[in-house]
């Protein structure tokens, strides 16, 4: 990997790799778009979707043919024989609908709201989800396992780990439907659904947010546990214990350092996601974030959504990727980028 | 008086198993004491039980240790941990995995200063540097504030050594500090450690496989079998004559110019299986010199000279008087190894090439076949 754009570019090499990381990441969009259209379409045509957006009954054919021709869906999926030259190509669906997103230029969606100003909008109820949900989550599960760890191979860590696989074997769906119904239904502590901007809309993200923590306690602690587990006992603590320092000393400033190296490869790609949200929490708690914008996307065979969410959950996924390379040069003195 | 002294300690793992069975020696100031013995005989877990760091799983049993006067079984963990990097200090077998991989060495040294001598900011940035130029690392200020990946092997265990006396130790456990180094670093570790040794007048236990090292460094040394010491003697006793037919046997396995060309001896037979002997000597199986006696009852611990002892029934006084007739005799002409070791002696001393008498199967698959 090395090699030629070392000497390039020795004087910095970080950023030379960042830049042919973003390269590589080009083809791979192309790959994700060709992807999602082929998918799309193999279920769709665009009269089915025609059909699906003015209601299936008393749909004429000129109704079809113009809703179409308003939204750019009247030409070929692939190649346009009719036209020639560079027109073959680009005077189709596929270009039509997939070039601009390269320049983040999303379009409309098929009710004619600019896409673009839609993933502004929506972009804060996601956070406003998802990432108390990841930050408190973070510190729950790396607390959680920690704790069993010191108390490694004790009836408290047993009952942790037991905890930790019955958590795990329930599925997310109940968490939150058994939520809603504890604690809005029965106990009217939060409304059961519904959004609102500001301090007015704590109410309504409480609860996502807890049973989303709640949901991945299991797997979570019970991963980590693993990492810290398999640190704890190599040579070097037994170094560290043999210079007289406390264990809590030797598990914060020796293992978890170390430990840190594993853990950021789960937890780091999944920052950029956090602006994507969550498809289930977002639709069961009517939160208008961009994961329910997804999901209800899906549902009305709107093209244009499906297709640029896909295509940005795509770039926040390799750019989570990239962010996870920097990030062990920031714990692993080992691991250089070049 | 003795700075660390060993009372019948045992250690042995929850299930009952006695990896440490009734060890007792002890450790003047300024010393050198080698424990040596194979792989698996309990040599590293006595160590640890010293240090009170025995890991999951294995715990003390009874005995007792006294360092500097104070009953270290006694201490509660808080003053264990005064003790354990200031008053006493470990280095161990793979320099490589000792480290913490993420820390720079300075810090890694630092924090010792800051423990037990309250040396903090730029005068415990300043002590480790004399510290590990002291260890003999070239350009100090500069690896002082690098990892350890960036160090070779030899290089880290100096940085453990140095780590090791940032607490001014009056005792050092040097677990197998050579046996992960190449044969030339060996040679400049242990002279590091005996220059460290006479400058600060600290004792070492030394623990080892390598009758090499022991016959460079060691006062005095203890030779353990499957848990147990089976002799201890001073250096020159045990060179010059060793009792216990295992130690005639290690001898008898080294290689000598005066055996060029013929097959290395080795002992038969295999370590027996932790707790699997309940009666008898330990070593009996392998030995051919033992007799009925042998298989039924523990060998006591038996003084044959000053400061040399022994535990077989060929030098008990009922094993070695009148009684056992065929053992006395088995035993006399049986010193297969005094013979050997009048070669082997001048060898080994000499130390132009430390032998590996003790093929350490983990480590050294091969270790026989190596040595020439």
């Known amino acids: ?338 | 008086m003795s700075l660390l002294k060993v009372d019948n300690l045992v250690t042995r793992l929850r299930n009952g198993a006695r990896i440490v069975d009734d060890i007792s020696f002890d450790i003047a100031a300024g010393e050198t004491f080698a424990l040596l013995g194979e792989s698996g005989c309990g040599k590293s877990m006595t160590a640890l039980s010293l240090m009170r760091l025995l890991p999951d799983g294995v715990v003390n049993a009874s005995g007792a240790v006294q360092m500097d006067g104070v009953a270290l079984f006694d201490l509660r963990e808080r003053d264990m941990r005064e003790m354990r990097g200031g008053r006493m200090a470990m280095i161990f077998q793979e320099p490589g995995l000792s480290l913490n991989p993420v820390m720079t060495v300075g810090r890694q040294i630092a924090e010792v200063l800051a423990l037990h001598h309250d040396l903090k900011g730029a005068a415990a940035q300043q002590r480790s540097i004399e510290l590990l130029d002291q260890v003999g690392i070239p350009d100090a200020p500069r690896r002082v504030r690098e990892y350890p990946f960036r160090l070779s092997g030899g290089m880290k265990q100096r940085v453990m050594i140095a780590m090791a006396l940032a607490g001014s130790p009056r005792l050092l456990i040097a677990d197998e500090p050579t046996t992960a180094l190449d044969v030339t670093i060996q040679a400049q570790v242990l002279q590091l450690l005996r220059d460290t040794q006479s400058r600060t007048g600290m004792a070492m236990l030394l623990i080892t496989h390598d009758l090499g090292v022991v016959a460079e460094n060691a006062h005095r040394v203890a030779v353990m079998y499957a848990g147990q010491i089976v002799e201890q003697a001073s250096r020159e006793q045990l060179f010059a004559r060793p009792l216990h037919p295992y130690t005639q046997k290690l001898f008898a396995a080294l290689p000598g110019a005066a055996r060029a060309g013929q097959l290395l001896s080795a002992i038969s037979g295999s370590v027996p299986p932790l707790g699997s002997i309940k009666q008898g000597c330990r070593f009996a199986a392998r030995c051919d010199q033992a007799w009925a006696r042998c298989h039924e009852q523990n060998p006591e611990w038996t003084a044959v000279a000053e400061g040399q002892g022994v535990r077989c029934h060929l030098y008990g006084e009922e094993g070695g008087g009148g009684k056992g007739k065929g053992g006395r005799g088995k035993g006399r002409s049986g010193a297969a190894g005094f013979p050997f070791s009048l070669i082997s002696f001048p060898f080994t001393l000499a130390g132009r090439r430390p032998a590996s008498a003790l093929p350490d199967p983990q480590r050294h698959p091969a270790a026989c076949g190596r040595q020439r």
Not at chain 1, 113 to 135: D, H, K, Q, Y
């Open chain 1, 1 to 338: 990997m090395s090699g030629n754009t070392v000497s390039t570019y020795n004087t910095c090499p970080m950023i030379a790799y960042l830049i042919r990381r973003i390269l590589y990441a080009v083809p791979t969009l192309v790959g994700v778009n060709l992807l999602t259209f082929a998918l799309f379409f193999v279920v769709n045509t665009p009269d089915d979707m025609a059909r699906m957006q003015l209601g299936i009954k008393r749909v004429t054919p000129e109704a079809i043919e113009k809703w179409k021709q308003q939204r750019g869906y009247d030409k070929p999926l692939f190649i346009n024989s009719a036209t020639g030259g560079a027109g073959k190509l680009t005077d189709t669906i596929f270009w039509q609908k997939s070039a601009g997103m390269f320049v983040f230029d999303f379009g409309y969606s098929d009710d004619g709201r600019s896409i673009a100003r839609e993933i502004a909008t929506r972009m804060g109820p996601s956070l406003a989800v998802a990432l108390p949900t990841f930050l408190i989550g973070l510190v729950v599960y790396v607390s959680f396992a920690l704790l069993m760890t010191l108390f490694r191979a004790t009836a408290l860590d047993m009952a942790g780990v037991a905890l930790c696989v019955l958590l795990m074997s329930i599925s997310g769906l109940f968490y939150i439907i058994g939520g809603q119904f504890l604690v809005s239904k029965l106990w009217h502590l939060v409304p059961i659904s519904g959004y609102a901007g500001g301090g007015e809309g704590f109410k309504f993200v409480v609860l996502p947010i807890v049973i989303g923590v709640v949901g991945g306690i299991g797997s979570s602690s019970r991963w980590y546990r693993t990492i810290f587990i398999e640190e704890i006992g190599k040579d070097y603590v037994r170094t560290a214990r043999a210079k007289g320092l406390s264990e809590p000393r030797v598990m914060f400033t020796h293992v978890l350092k170390n430990a840190m190296i594993p853990v950021l490869t789960g937890v780091v790609v999944v920052i950029p996601l956090l602006f994507m949200g969550s498809l289930l929490t977002e639709s069961f708690f009517g939160i208008p974030g961009l994961g329910s914008y997804t999901i209800d996307a899906i549902n009305a065979q709107d093209f244009s959504v499906v297709r640029a969410m896909v295509f940005l959950g795509s770039v926040l996924y390799i750019a989570g990727l990239i962010l996870t390379d920097v990030s062990y040069t920031m714990v692993d003195p080992r691991v250089r980028l070049s």
